[in-house]
Structure formats: structure tokens, C-alpha cells
């Protein structure tokens, strides 16, 4: 990407209380970035690990998933598994690529499963059209989400995408009222699940997704301001948040060869 370091780390600060999010990136030879850099990468990568879903300092991957990893032990939070990587292995690497992007094996987004990405030799999984979006579909699973009700559409969507046609994945629209996302609007902003594509406008969110516990009502967090720019991260009503992580078993990543 023009005018971005390669092999960068951003120490993502984060004011839940102002909902505001800070961007700091720091390259490993502490060459700084300009204005204009640095919001191509807050753009671009994704500003929470993809393990735990918490920030700090986070490891972005070139490849084309663009997600963010916490390198090494210390560096989680959560119990995060974080890639393992010493501070010397750290330092030493020219620039990063995931074993996804590295292998062009994917998970699919919706199913979970590994599949090739690699379009010269027979794709299985396919990128959302969305220069933003970091997730890959098989295109059954992502023709169905999109036509749960209309099998012909489906099954149409699913040859087109076969075939090299774009879609754009479920998780860029409200599943209650359907309509995009106004990111200028507060109310029009898009909660996002981190673990299926399902996603709200903050306006339509159920009450069970709640930014605060509700012990009175048996409600636990599942949504969190400042974590994403101009987003609400949750975890939708379908995974169970697991009470010493505040979030659901971290077991969702999968590379290949594990």
C-alpha cells in the first residue's frame, strides 16, 4: 500500500467512557507517519486483535485479510493466544503475513471452515466486495445468508460468485431493518458481531445486547464502544460469553497446518 511502512505495529489507545478511538502507530525502526498515512492504515486494518478483540499494541497483517494480531504473550489481554512470537522474532521479521494470506487458505466467515482463496487454482472461499472488509465466504454460505427465503436467488448468487461476480457479505447491513450503515449518524452506526456476520444498527439493537451488565435482568456486556472507528463491537446473542474472559472462548481463528 503506497505511503504505509511495511511491518507495522499500532499501539491502539482506546476512551471507552468518550467512545473515541486513537490511533498510534509505531514502526519497528520508530520512523513516524504522517496525517495522511496514518489514516490510511486506521482505514485499512483492523483495530482490534483477532483473537481476543481487544487493542493495544497489535500486529498487522499485509496479505489481504488485513487483520490485527497481538505478537506476542505479553502483549494480550484475556488470556489472549496471541501468535507466539518473541520480542527477538518480533523485531526480526521484514514484514507480516498470516499463514491464511501466506497459503491463501481462509476460514469462511459464516461456517468457519478453511478453504482455498487462491483463484488460479480452484477458489473455494471468496472476499466480500468491500474494500474495508477483511472476510471470506463459500459462496453457498454467504448466497444463503444473503436469500434465506428465496432458494432461486440463492442458488443464482452462488453460481455468479463461482463464476468471478462480487457480493457484498451480510455484516455491512442492519439484519432487523435491512439498510445500510450511516456512519455520520450515531444512531445509523453499525454494531458489529466479531464472531458471525451478523450486525445492528445501534438503534435496533436488542435490549439483551447491552453495553452494561443488567444483573437484575440476567443481561450481561456484549457490546462496547471505542473499540472500532465509527462502530460498536458486540458479540450477538448466538455465542456465550464466557465469565472469566468477558467474551467467548478464543478458539473461532484457525490456520492451516493446526
Avoid at 514484514?95 to 477458489?123: I, M, P, T
Avoid at 440476567?218 to 465469565?243: K, Q, S, Y
Wanted: net charge negative; with cysteine; glycine share 8%.
Amino acid at each position: 500500500m503506497p505511503g504505509v511502512m511495511p511491518h507495522d505495529i499500532i499501539d491502539l489507545n482506546y476512551d471507552l467512557m468518550d467512545g473515541e478511538v486513537e490511533f498510534n502507530v509505531v514502526g519497528l525502526n520508530e520512523v513516524g507517519l504522517n496525517e495522511v498515512e496514518l489514516n490510511e492504515v486506521e482505514g485499512v486494518f483492523d483495530s482490534v486483535c483477532a483473537f481476543c478483540d481487544d487493542g493495544g499494541e497489535i500486529l498487522c497483517c499485509e496479505g489481504r485479510c488485513m487483520r490485527s494480531f497481538h505478537a506476542t504473550v505479553e502483549t494480550g489481554a484475556n488470556m489472549c493466544p496471541s501468535l507466539g512470537f518473541s520480542l527477538g522474532e518480533l523485531h526480526g521479521l521484514p514484514r507480516f503475513v498470516c499463514k491464511n494470506c501466506e497459503y491463501q487458505q481462509h476460514q469462511c466467515f459464516a461456517c468457519g471452515k478453511l478453504g482455498s482463496s487462491n483463484v488460479f487454482s480452484g477458489a473455494e472461499v471468496f472476499p466480500c466486495v468491500s474494500a474495508t472488509c477483511n472476510y471470506f465466504y463459500h459462496p453457498h454460505c454467504v448466497a444463503k445468508l444473503l436469500y434465506r427465503e428465496n432458494k432461486a436467488a440463492a442458488e443464482e448468487l452462488e453460481r455468479n460468485i463461482v463464476g468471478g461476480g462480487y457480493f457484498t457479505c451480510p455484516i455491512h447491513k442492519c439484519c432487523v431493518c435491512k439498510q445500510e450503515e450511516n456512519k455520520e449518524d450515531s444512531q445509523l452506526q453499525l454494531a458489529v458481531c466479531r464472531r458471525c456476520p451478523k450486525s445492528y444498527h445501534r438503534k435496533c439493537l436488542p435490549r439483551a445486547i447491552a453495553f452494561e451488565d443488567i444483573a437484575e435482568e440476567g443481561i450481561i456486556t456484549r457490546a462496547w464502544e471505542g473499540l472500532l472507528p465509527d462502530r460498536v463491537l458486540i458479540f450477538c446473542l448466538n455465542h456465550e460469553i464466557v465469565e472469566e474472559l468477558g467474551i467467548p472462548i478464543i478458539d473461532h481463528i484457525k490456520f492451516p497446518g493446526d
